[in-house]
Every structure is written in C-alpha cells, then in structure tokens.
C-alpha cells in the first residue's frame, strides 16, 4: 500500500488582538478547520486563549500594542511577527489590521510563503487627522503599504469603494472588494419593532472617532423637542487607542443623563431588536459591523456620509446620512425617523433584505476562500 505522503495545509492568521479576531474573523478559522487545515492564529493576548484553543486552533502570543509605542517594543511586535511566520511557514498567511499588516508585509518579503493575504479595513485614524504632523505620517505609511504589500502572491482585501481606490494608488497587486466580516442571520433575527417607546441606540468601542461626543449633543438637542425618546450607548472605553474616551469623560455622560451609558454587551442582537434607530456617526470606516447587525435585526440606520459607513447602507432605502462631525445634522436625521413610522419601518425592512443579499457570513466565507484557495 503506498504511503500518503500529502501534508496537511497550514493557514495562519496574525492579528492585534485576540477578541477582534473573535468578533471579525473567526468563521474564516472554523471553515478551514472542516476543510482540513491546520489552523494557527498569532495576535496579542487579553482572556481569549484557552476559548480559541478550545476551537481546535493553535494560538501563538504576540507582544504587539494597538496604539503607538516606542521603538524598541515595535521592533520587538516586528521580530515576533517574523519569527512565527518563518516557524509556521504557512502556505497562506492572512495579516489583518494595520501593524499585522504592515509588519507581516515587511517580514514575508524575505519568506517564501504561497499566499500573501492583507485586510485592510479601514485606513486607520492616521487618514482621518488633518494637519501637517498627519500628512507627514500619511506619506510615511503609503510607502511602508507599497513595501510591505507590493511583493508577489499578494493579495489585498478591502472593505469599501474610497479604500479600494486609495489603496490602488498606491500598489499594483489584486485588491478585492468585500464588504465587510459578515452576520451569521440566525443569529440576528428581524423581529418587528414596536411604535410606541421609541428607542435610539448607539454601539462601539467608546472613541471619538466614532462620534460619540456628537451622539451625545444630538441627544441632548432632541430631548428638548422628544422628552420620552430613549438614548442608548453601549461600549467601553479603549486605552489601547488613541482617540479613546478617558473615565473621567464616561462620568460626565451619566452626570449629564441624555443618554444611558451601558458598557459592552456581548448580546448586540438583543439590543438592537429592542431599538427602533441605530446610529453610528463615525469620522471614517473599513464598513462596519456594527451597522450589519443592525441591518440584520431590521432596523434603521441613521450614519456619516464617509468611507465605510455609506457603504454599508442604501442612502434613503435602508438609512439616513448625516453630515460628519455636526450634531445638529445628526439629530436632524434621527428626528426624521422618530417622527416618521412608516419610514423607519420600511427602512428596517431594506435592511434586513441588504444583509441577505450581500453580508450573510456564508457569502462572506466563501469569497475568503476563493482568494486562499486560487479561485479568485
């Protein structure tokens, strides 16, 4: 009998944080486990080890921080970064947000690895801040992307229409579009809303960026007119970056009583069905989940009119647009949807139609795997 000598294929991911990759890519790492990889995941640690272990997938540590740090812990994060690929030696390796990215990109140039797979999504806060200081590092972290993701059997996926056009301008390698992490619908049902309490919520990491503070103005402009509406906000702060709210700030916002201050919930889905609206004014976004889910449970969104956000609703079907970083114009769009019950609803509705037809987690899988396994 002769000898199956065929060896197994190994897929490693290399991501900041052990938690996102649990929130945003996980079904990548399960679907190539049932198709028989070997499945390795190196990021940094919080409590999600053992949990991920657990899965079947082989977990390495990473000392990588989120947020600027100094050289010498940089330098470390990169060392790392090289020596767990070249231990590895992965047939794919997949580099997911940005100092994987760019570190990952730079190591593989001098590995001989089969697929080179980068997800950028979102070009991070550095493309949002004006200034001379952040067009410097802008022009400083296009030539690092030309390096470190311009080599051969690179691929790179992005998650909107502006970071696609961005990201060609700056390198020649296949960029595919996918719009965003993906929603598992069974999971986020769409149940009708009810008309007579309304609620408005808001969910996120609790960063400026994500405009918070002009959540919370336009809240306090609608009280005025709406004194029974409900203003929701879940989220935690986030030392790790840079635009993170402080605790001092999150005391000022329950002092202030516009909105209910929650933290994290890990039951989203619960949270949004309850809700009528959905907002998320952010500065700027890869697309994010947190309007799938929304979208999912069937609910109205009212967002910024920038990269990521747009992208991930129909403008005047599915959600509302607002100007960024204005409060006035924020509270404008959500009062057209408290007042309005038939929009809302039948917003909710494209919604819940937006998800089945372009973000189901099994479409989003599938194209992951046309890029890992040749077909794309």
Sequence with gaps: ???????????????????????????????????????????????????????????????????????????????????????????????????????????????????????????????????????IVRMIIKSMYRFALGGKKSYVIVQNLDDKEVVKSILNVPIILIKGSGVDLNQYKWIKESNQNIKVSM????????????????????????????????????????ASLTMEDT???????????YGFTDNIANVFSDSNIIVLPSYREGLPKVLIEAASCGRAVVTTDVPGCRDAIEPNISGLLCKVRDSKSLAEMIEKLIVDNNLRNSMGKSGRELAEREFDISKIVKKHFEIYEGNI
């Design 1 to 135: 009998m002769k000898r199956n000598t065929k060896l197994t294929k190994k897929i490693l991911f290399i991501v900041n944080i052990d938690w996102f990759f649990i929130t945003h890519r996980l079904p990548l790492a399960l679907e190539a486990l049932k198709k028989g990889y070997d499945v390795y995941i190196a990021c940094g640690i919080s409590d999600k080890k053992e949990y991920l272990e657990s899965l079947g997938l082989k977990v390495y540590p990473l000392a990588i921080s989120r947020s600027g740090t100094t050289i010498k812990r940089e330098f470390k994060a990169f060392t790392e970064i090289y020596k767990v690929t070249k231990e590895i030696n992965p047939d794919i390796a997949h580099f997911i947000t940005i100092k994987p990215v760019l570190y990952g990109g730079i190591t593989s140039r001098f590995l001989n690895i089969s697929k080179k797979v980068f997800s950028i999504s979102g070009l991070g806060f550095i493309f949002i801040r004006q200034g001379i200081k952040a067009s």
């Design 251 to 261: 005391k000022k916002i329950k002092e202030n009583g516009f909105v209910n201050l």
């Design 203 to 242: 969910a996120c990491r609790l960063l400026k960026d994500k405009g918070v503070f002009e959540y919370i103005d336009a809240s306090r402009i609608l009280k005025q007119k709406f004194p029974n509406i409900e203003f929701e906000l879940y989220g935690d702060i986030d030392i790790g970056n840079p």
